[in-house]
């Protein structure tokens, strides 16, 4: 199976990389120094930020190497997300989505402070969507200035999650528990799912179908963008479902009590997979195009070594 997926969390506070084939666990990064909250890819790396660091680390897939870093954020890295040649964090205190420019992680620019603590991001059509606490709105960022453009209604509560599917945002979070579907052409209000039944932590994308985790009910649900119905949903994942990705034919759930990465066939929401234990709350997931390639004495060499020119080391 083609592409990695990636997880991120508390207590081992590295990231892991997974082989989707089977679930295992083929590397991982060096300590981050703290807990990882926010994990992104973009092109060829992994970007992942988090508590104490506050810093962006430039990850090298074929080994999972520290490539570079950004300057601090100037509190916790909540979220991260990619668009162009950039990657933007979101966080705590400093409160702003800042732009970082991944050929040297240099700070490009900044947005204005969104009031509250920033937990998600996402992109979509040139723009850059943030959400988060206290001012409970979905703001639209034009990446060029970091302004703010416009924003959505207010949420009714902590946002927690924002995904893209086609020509819609999705947000998720607290006190409403619902998934609210946003047009970002004027940031209304187009609809929105059922009660989740707990606060949704995590949102993702795959074919034509959204995806919304979290607590108290903690199972995946798969959303019909169509009429924003839930179509089917997951086993229970036995503890609040904080991470959502999504790569090829498969759903990938992470979070707390479990600690452990489960693939979904998305079908019929049947668990398929499962990781080792990640040694701590999973906070975040994401996957790359990027195949891990195994060495395996001399004669994998030449192929090790195409894995690193493939994911631009050498090149």
Request: hydrophobic share 35%; proline share 4%; with cysteine.
């Given at each position: 199976m083609a592409g990695t997926v990636y997880a991120c969390g508390f207590t081992t506070k590295k990231v892991f990389q997974y082989d989707p084939s089977d679930m295992s666990k083929v590397a991982e990064s060096v300590d981050y120094g703290g807990d990882v909250i926010g994990l992104t890819t973009l092109d060829n790396y992994v970007y992942a930020g988090g508590y104490t660091t506050q810093k962006v680390w430039q990850i090298d897939p074929t080994d999972m190497s520290k490539v570079a870093e950004s300057p601090d954020y100037g509190g916790a890295i909540r979220m991260l997300t990619a668009l162009g040649d950039y990657v933007y964090a979101g966080g705590v205190t400093t409160k702003k989505v800042i732009q970082y420019d991944t050929s040297d992680m240099s700070k490009v620019a900044e947005s204005p402070d969104y009031g509250?603590?920033?937990f998600a991001l996402t992109a979509l059509g040139g723009y850059i969507y943030a959400g988060g606490?206290?001012?409970q709105k979905v703001w639209q960022i034009d990446p060029s200035d970091m302004f703010e453009i416009t924003e959505s209604p207010d949420y009714g509560g902590s946002i927690r999650a924002l995904t893209a599917l086609?020509?819609?945002i999705y947000a998720g979070g607290y006190t409403p528990h619902k998934v609210w579907q946003i047009d970002p052409t004027d940031m209304s209000k187009v609809a929105e799912s059922a009660d989740y039944g707990g606060n949704i932590l995590a949102l993702t994308a795959l074919g034509s179908y959204v995806y919304a985790g979290g607590y108290t009910t903690e199972k995946v649900w798969q959303i019909d963008p169509s009429d924003m119905s839930k179509v089917a949903e997951s086993?229970?994942?036995?503890?609040?479902v904080i991470g959502l990705t999504a790569l090829g034919s498969y759903v990938y759930a992470g979070g707390e009590v479990i600690h452990k990465v489960f693939q979904y066939d998305p079908s019929d929401m049947s668990k398929v997979a499962e990781s080792p234990d990640y040694?701590?709350?999973?906070?975040?997931?994401?996957?790359s195009d990027y195949t891990y390639t195994p060495v395996v004495g001399l004669e994998n060499k030449s192929g090790n070594i195409a894995a690193k020119m493939m994911a631009g080391k050498l090149i």
């Amino acid at each position: 199976m083609a592409g990695t997926v990636y997880a991120c969390g508390f207590t081992t506070k590295k990231v892991f990389q997974y082989d989707p084939s089977d679930m295992s666990k083929v590397a991982e990064s060096v300590d981050y120094g703290g807990d990882v909250i926010g994990l992104t890819t973009l092109d060829n790396y992994v970007y992942a930020g988090g508590y104490t660091t506050q810093k962006v680390w430039q990850i090298d897939p074929t080994d999972m190497s520290k490539v570079a870093e950004s300057p601090d954020y100037g509190g916790a890295i909540r979220m991260l997300t990619a668009l162009g040649d950039y990657v933007y964090a979101g966080g705590v205190t400093t409160k702003k989505v800042i732009q970082y420019d991944t050929s040297d992680m240099s700070k490009v620019a900044e947005s204005p402070d969104y009031g509250g603590t920033i937990f998600a991001l996402t992109a979509l059509g040139g723009y850059i969507y943030a959400g988060g606490y206290l001012t409970q709105k979905v703001w639209q960022i034009d990446p060029s200035d970091m302004f703010e453009i416009t924003e959505s209604p207010d949420y009714g509560g902590s946002i927690r999650a924002l995904t893209a599917l086609g020509s819609y945002i999705y947000a998720g979070g607290y006190t409403p528990h619902k998934v609210w579907q946003i047009d970002p052409t004027d940031m209304s209000k187009v609809a929105e799912s059922a009660d989740y039944g707990g606060n949704i932590l995590a949102l993702t994308a795959l074919g034509s179908y959204v995806y919304a985790g979290g607590y108290t009910t903690e199972k995946v649900w798969q959303i019909d963008p169509s009429d924003m119905s839930k179509v089917a949903e997951s086993p229970d994942y036995g503890g609040g479902v904080i991470g959502l990705t999504a790569l090829g034919s498969y759903v990938y759930a992470g979070g707390e009590v479990i600690h452990k990465v489960f693939q979904y066939d998305p079908s019929d929401m049947s668990k398929v997979a499962e990781s080792p234990d990640y040694g701590g709350s999973i906070r975040g997931l994401t996957r790359s195009d990027y195949t891990y390639t195994p060495v395996v004495g001399l004669e994998n060499k030449s192929g090790n070594i195409a894995a690193k020119m493939m994911a631009g080391k050498l090149i």
